[in-house]
């Protein structure tokens, strides 16, 4: 009843009701969007004749997301995130319609490019407008409701989708979902005419045009080389490492590698934290599969356990706006330690699979913990001028990372073991992801005494 109670205090005032309304609304439609495609994907590749680009759709919104995420974090800066709150929201519409009604693969990938772009776009908005709109007290509930609105789709979405596809046809998986993504965009634009233009402040760092393609290409390439591992692929993924490292040293804060305490360190944690997490939930159900021979949907179903500790932790962390996110963060990666020590067990055919779903709910509850606190640590220690070119860092780190750990996984599994018996290289990876996380224990233990 508290926790109700301070909702609706934050969320449902009259200043913030129609901006609570239009941004969960928008969040929630991607993260379906997001869930879904994955469940009606191998229906509708056969169906448009394109069995041998079958992975190109994801890597297609993948490489348009880093780039709108880049350029709006960018945009944001300098014009504010008001036109980013309204063509993010359209973008993502009229890829959902070039998606719903494609005819073949080409017009399918150019859908999901305009999908990645307007999404990135409207995350890095929607973060940027959470700052505007709530106080530093108010943010953790907005920040606990955002995480409810990815929880939903998250434990619903892949089998909404897959009886959408049954039922009605593949194209409605993503036809669906337009009427509802148009009345966000409705509901978005009064809440941009409202915003005034962006605070006068020097900009120190501004990321551009080539650093965007260049990281875009970059986690592409290292994406596409994890999914399909061979000699070739090893070496356009070094090139994308090469890439990468080239454009991560404009788009990061400088520190991040060195974990410099404030600002850098909030990059260099989100990094660490989402690869680590991203790297179990990639090789967690291959191990329940065909290490502790779960079936393909209860293999599956520490992921939905660990998306309901997400949103338990997140809504108690909105419930204590006074807490120390400096410790929140630590706790976080504690929590995930302990996940992946777990995971790490559980990847040998001798210890129970169950122990699979308490180490999801305890790297659940550090994930809600910590992704929270990180948001909330960016805020406080970024100039005003710079908290678009800071979000966008962000979850750039997030990106890469990720990319980072599925991609080491992806290695271990051809050199040290197979699909069929992925023990010995799941422990391996599972051993290095603790020490990921163990790491950021160690990170975050100093922070700048101001922000």
Not at 174 to 198: N, S, Y
Not at 341 to 357: E, I, N, R, T
Request: proline share 6%; with cysteine.
């Amino acid at each position: 009843m508290i926790v109700a109670d301070r909702g609706r205090g934050v969320l449902w005032t009259p200043a913030h009701r129609t901006t609570t309304v239009a941004s969960l609304l928008v969040v929630t439609l991607i993260a379906f969007e997001n869930m879904g495609v994955a469940t009606a994907m191998p229906t509708l590749v056969p169906a448009l004749g394109g069995q041998s680009l079958y992975s190109w759709p994801f890597t297609a919104f993948l490489v348009a997301s880093v780039v709108a995420t880049v350029l709006a974090g960018r945009w944001c800066d300098r014009r504010g995130p008001a036109l980013a709150l309204v063509a993010g929201p359209a973008i993502f519409v009229a890829g959902l319609v070039l998606c719903g009604t494609a005819t073949d693969m080409a017009l399918l990938l150019a859908g999901r490019v305009l999908q990645g772009l307007g999404s990135g776009a409207v995350l890095v908005a929607i973060s940027l407008l959470i700052a505007l709109v709530y106080t530093d007290r108010e943010r953790p509930v907005m920040y606990a409701a955002n995480a409810a609105a990815w929880i939903l789709p998250a434990v619903v979405g892949p089998s909404v989708a897959g009886l959408v596809t049954e039922r009605f046809g593949w194209r409605w998986v993503f036809l669906g979902l337009v009427p509802l993504a148009v009345l966000g965009l409705l509901l978005l634009v009064p809440v941009a005419r409202r915003l005034g233009p962006p605070e006068p402040g020097e900009q120190q760092r501004r990321a551009g045009v080539p650093a965007a393609i260049a990281a875009a290409v970059g986690v592409a390439a290292l994406t596409w080389a994890a999914q399909h591992p061979s000699f070739l692929a090893l070496g356009y993924g070094a090139a994308g490492a090469v890439a990468l490292g080239f454009a991560l040293r404009s788009l990061l804060p400088p520190g991040t590698v060195t974990a410099r305490p404030g600002l850098p360190t909030v990059v260099a944690a989100r990094a660490l934290l989402g690869g680590a997490f991203a790297g179990m939930e990639a090789y967690l159900p291959l191990t329940m599969s065909t290490v502790h021979g779960y079936s393909p949907a209860l293999a599956g179903l520490p992921l939905t356990v660990s998306a309901l500790g997400w949103s338990a932790a997140s809504a108690l962390q909105g419930r204590h706006p006074d807490w120390s996110r400096e410790s929140a963060l630590r706790a976080g990666f504690g929590l995930v330690t302990v996940a992946l020590v777990l995971f790490a067990f559980v990847s040998q055919a001798w210890f129970p699979g169950w122990v699979a779903f308490a180490a999801c709910v305890v790297g659940g509850a550090g994930m809600g913990t910590a992704y929270p606190a990180m948001t909330l640590l960016l805020f406080r220690f970024s100039p005003v001028a710079e908290r678009g070119y800071h979000t966008s860092a962000l979850q750039l780190a997030d990106w890469v990372g990720s990319a980072l750990t599925v991609g080491l996984g992806g290695v271990l599994l051809g050199l040290l073991a197979s699909a069929r018996q992925p023990s010995g290289a799941v422990v391996v990876l599972a051993t290095v992801l603790a020490a990921l996380a163990l790491l950021g224990v160690v990170i975050t233990r100093r922070w700048p005494t101001q922000g």
